[in-house]
């Protein structure tokens, strides 16, 4: 099985609002229908070679929201096996937390395939996304974020499951 690792950034404004695009992936098959298409994700993507979570993490952020985001912490963790592009593919994801003191976002960094599967972008508070109807990746990213804000990040990384 393919292994496809990835950083994915909870990226926090000064208000605590986290910010999410709203992505439709077609490539993207769950084969226990959890992760319904569309959904809002946070940035993030795969490990390039001579890079680590975080660096991943880091440089898509600056990729995809033309922001710049300074020392980051590992707080989540997780694996799921899924469709991506016709593969089954083991997904190693890392949740690190990072925050910016700017909320101007520039999408222009985004290449033609991220372009094609971005429908919307926003930041949202914790009480936004739990009064949401709307799908998000972690499927219980509010109640999540609830607790990471609550109680900060923990000593150790959570891993949040499937």
Same mark, same amino acid.
């Given at each position: ?74 707080? #989540? +963790? ?7 592009? &016709? @593969? ?8 690190? =937390? %990072? ?24 930041? #949202? +508070? ?7 109807? &709307? @799908? ?8 999540? =974020? %609830? ?16």
């Amino acid at each position: 099985m393919i292994e496809r690792p990835s950083g994915r950034l909870i990226l926090l404004d000064p208000q605590d609002r986290i910010f999410l695009f709203k992505v439709h992936q077609p490539a993207v098959y769950d084969p226990k229908n959890r992760h319904q298409d569309p959904m809002w994700i946070m940035v993030g993507g795969m490990v390039d070679p001579g890079e680590d979570f975080a660096q991943a993490a880091v440089r898509e952020a600056r990729e995809e929201t033309g922001l710049i985001v300074g020392d980051v912490r590992w707080v #989540w +963790s997780r694996q799921r096996v899924m469709q991506w592009r &016709e @593969r089954e593919v083991l997904h190693i994801e890392r949740f690190f =937390l %990072g925050r910016t003191v700017s909320t101007a976002i520039d999408t222009s960094g985004l290449d033609e395939r991220e372009k094609s599967w971005t429908l919307d972008h926003r930041w #949202w +508070s914790v009480d936004e996304l739990r009064a949401s109807k &709307e @799908r998000f990746e972690p499927i219980d990213l509010g109640v999540r =974020l %609830g607790d990471l804000l609550k109680n900060g990040p923990p000593t150790e990384p959570i891993d949040i499951g499937q």
